[in-house]
């Protein structure tokens, strides 16, 4: 399963994306994650984006493009992955489209987390106060001042998508401002249906038991030509013939 996560900052993408990982053992890829661990690492796409990230900007779409075309091509990724935080702009859903046609793949949802933007305001504030108070780690770009800067990137760039992903029919809205387990299970019954898993075993047990009864008329056609004598003895002369096919083998007698 391939599935978008699309949302303000703050409207829950990474929660449930990890909630999605562990039900559907897909992976999580968070363009935020890996351009945080390419700034703290230093690396030459940290240093360019490192200043735009602190102010709440969006990253210029070719590093972010070519860094999640790289990702997509890991081994973990191909039997299904999350994209939580990209695509953010048109023109990088653009280039998401057509890295997943190239590849022969389609996406199988996106999921809007529909937000009240004051209410998610209100409530990031008051997270990053209660952390600030336990004095757990903040994210350097979890300020309010920041956080609005993200808002206003996220009406401008990202809401877009909405339409964008609308018109290609995989567009799933969801009540982001509900209880968290609400929120997963509008998103279980959002999402199209698992494809083949369940179904595929049937199929392959029909299959086998249409062979088994395939061969059984064949056998009795087979027994039939040789035993020429009486029609009402044929099941006594099967059960023979097993016996004697049996005892030819394997020298057991045939079980009833
Ligand atoms: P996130 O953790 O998804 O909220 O992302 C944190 C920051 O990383 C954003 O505010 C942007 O500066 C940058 N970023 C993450 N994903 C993208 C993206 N797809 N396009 C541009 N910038 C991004």
């Not at 389609?106 to 529909?114: G, M, N, Q, T, W």
């Not at 409530?123 to 979890?142: F, H, Q, T, V, Y």
Request: with cysteine.
């Amino acid at each position: 399963m391939r599935l978008i996560l699309l949302g303000p900052p703050g409207a829950g993408k990474g929660t449930q994306a990890l909630r999605l990982v562990a039900k559907y053992g897909l992976v999580q890829l968070s363009t935020g994650d890996m351009l945080r661990a390419a700034v703290k690492a230093a690396s030459p796409i940290g240093r360019k984006v490192k200043d735009i990230m602190q102010s709440g900007g969006l990253c210029p779409d070719d590093i972010v493009v070519s860094i999640v075309a790289e990702r997509i091509e890991q081994p973990d990724a191909r039997k299904g992955f999350i994209l939580d935080g990209f695509p953010r702009t048109v023109p990088q859903a653009a280039a998401l489209d057509r890295m997943l046609k190239k590849r022969g793949i389609a996406l199988d949802a996106v999921i809007e987390l529909r937000v009240d933007e004051d209410a998610l305001l209100k409530r990031i504030e008051n997270r990053i106060a209660e952390m600030k108070a336990r004095g757990e780690p903040l994210r350097s770009d979890d300020n309010p001042e920041v956080l609005r800067q993200r808002l206003v990137a996220y009406r401008k760039q990202t809401a877009p998508l909405v339409a964008y992903y609308r018109k290609q029919n995989v567009l799933r809205t969801v009540n982001g401002m509900a209880p968290i387990p609400e929120v997963t299970a509008a998103i279980d019954k959002a999402l199209p249906p698992e494809p083949s898993t369940p179904k595929s075993k049937p199929v392959r047990n029909g299959a086998k038991r249409a062979t088994a009864k395939a061969r059984k008329p064949k056998a009795a056609v087979h027994l039939g030509k040789k035993s020429s004598k009486r029609a009402s003895s044929l099941r006594k002369t099967a059960a023979a013939h097993k016996s004697v096919g049996r005892k030819s083998k394997s020298g057991e007698t045939a079980r009833p």
